[in-house]
């Protein structure tokens, strides 16, 4: 079954650590991206990325970084620069553009202490 | 920038009864709009959407029309069920900024009881 894999589901982690969260699809879509979910804020935008080797910051790029060195892969490091880390954080794809369907995946939370 | 405005949640209902989830939009141009659905621990998947002004999205019984008028893309069900319980995301595409990525609302969790 084709599809988006976000690993782990849960990840803790102390303050001043960087932390990367997996995300694969295998669904030979060009596009990517990161989201970030709060309560009562919805999902913001943190970077996306249409082509391998090509990503885009979006509204809240602060504190994060991805690499798109494979077209199956968009991996997230949360740095120590990022104030308040702790969310529950999805990754999505999209064939080409936003107007064809976003496959999202079940989403990582992370903890940080 | 552009933004999208939703109703606050919790919406309550009683199975059966008639829904309508706000949302309404500040985008520059002619935005595609979207309604997308998360179930409780799952990410989110497309409901329907529309593409330009007076286009109707349909899906699995609701229904969403695109106002320019009045830049709004309300959500409707004639009558709800328990499995309908999940929280609702209203959001554009303004292609016209050269951003090729959504822009979602706060969400609006909807509570279907039996």
């Known amino acids: 079954d084709g599809g988006i894999t976000q690993s782990p589901k849960y990840l803790f982690r102390k303050e001043g650590q960087n932390v990367t969260l997996s995300c694969e699809q295998n669904l030979n879509h060009d596009a990517m991206y990161w989201y970030r979910q709060d309560p009562g804020q919805g999902l913001r935008l943190i970077y996306y990325s249409q082509i391998v080797n090509d990503f885009q910051k979006g509204d809240i790029a602060e504190g994060y970084s991805v690499s798109r060195e494979k077209k199956e892969s968009f991996p997230l490091t949360v740095t120590s620069a990022q104030k308040n880390p702790t969310a529950f954080y999805l990754c999505?794809?999209?064939?080409?553009?936003?107007?064809?369907?976003?496959?999202f995946g079940n989403g990582t939370r992370l903890t940080v202490t | 920038g552009d933004s999208v405005t939703q109703m606050e949640g919790p919406v309550t209902l009683s199975e059966e009864a008639f829904l309508t989830i706000n949302c309404t939009y500040t985008?520059?141009?002619?935005?595609?709009l979207f309604w997308y659905v998360q179930y409780p621990g799952e990410g989110l998947q497309l409901l329907l959407k529309?593409?330009?002004?007076?286009d109707k999205g349909s899906n699995k019984g609701f229904e969403a029309t695109y106002r320019k008028e009045t830049t709004s893309f309300h959500l409707e069900k004639g009558s709800v069920q328990v499995s309908d319980s999940a929280v609702y995301f209203c959001a554009l595409w303004a292609r016209d900024t050269g951003r090729r990525a959504l822009t979602f609302g706060s969400g609006t969790r909807l509570q279907v009881q039996p």
């Open positions: 529309a593409t330009k002004a007076d």
């Open positions: 985008a520059t141009g002619y935005p595609s």
């Open positions: 999505a794809s999209s064939i080409w553009d936003p107007d064809s369907p976003l496959h």
